[in-house]
């Protein structure tokens, strides 16, 4: 069952347990959005601009929601951040920052950056279950996000 609006949801975090909690956080929510992984900032990028292996646009749909972490390797979430936000063709898509941080100047730096809302990853699975319900319930039931085609790069 698919709960709102049809969208797809792409976290991008390195942690594989943290991936794996998500995901299982998800389905205990009963959530049947379509999920997707990236492992970066690069990999996020990639994937929102159909690069690489991720030029499938029907592997590798529009997000309509990106749940991003700040610190993974290679390119973390802030820079990934401002170079979504600096895109035209990605701006417009929602940035939830999921971080372990719970830093002052990274709560500051990525609102000044556009981020959409900033949320501290919960400590326990049902804190994560949770998290996922009311994250889901506003971002997918209440607010309007822009229409799909809007957002087709």
């Given at each position: 069952?698919?709960?709102?609006?049809?969208?797809?949801?792409?976290?991008?975090?390195?942690?594989?347990?943290?991936?794996?909690?998500?995901?299982?956080?998800?389905?205990?929510?009963?959530?049947?959005?379509?999920?997707?992984?990236?492992?970066?900032?690069?990999?996020?990028?990639?994937?929102?601009?159909?690069?690489?292996?991720?030029a499938?646009?029907?592997?590798?749909?529009?997000?309509?929601?990106?749940?991003?972490?700040?610190?993974?390797?290679?390119?973390?979430?802030?820079?990934?951040?401002?170079?979504?936000?600096?895109?035209?063709?990605?701006?417009?898509?929602?940035?939830?920052?999921?971080?372990?941080?719970?830093?002052?100047?990274?709560?500051?730096?990525?609102?000044?950056m556009?981020?959409?809302?900033?949320?501290?990853?919960?400590?326990?699975?049902?804190?994560?279950?949770?998290?996922?319900?009311?994250?889901?319930?506003?971002?997918?039931?209440?607010?309007?996000?822009?229409p799909?085609?809007?957002?087709?790069?």
């Open positions: 069952m698919t709960l709102g609006k049809p969208i797809t949801i792409l976290v991008a975090d390195d942690d594989p347990d943290d991936r794996m909690l998500i995901e299982d956080a998800f389905l205990e929510s009963k959530l049947s959005n379509r999920l997707h992984f990236v492992k970066d900032g690069i990999e996020l990028l990639e994937y929102l601009r159909h690069e690489g292996s991720f499938d646009p029907e592997s590798s749909p529009r997000p309509g929601i990106v749940l991003l972490d700040l610190n993974m390797p290679r390119m973390d979430g802030r820079e990934a951040l401002a170079e979504i936000k600096a895109d035209p063709n990605l701006k417009q898509i929602p940035i939830v920052v999921l971080t372990t941080s719970k830093a002052e100047e990274d709560i500051l730096r990525t609102y000044d556009g981020v959409n809302s900033f949320v501290t990853k919960p400590v326990t699975f049902e804190g994560l279950v949770d998290m996922v319900r009311v994250l889901t319930s506003y971002w997918i039931q209440i607010v309007e996000l822009p799909a085609e809007a957002l087709a790069s």
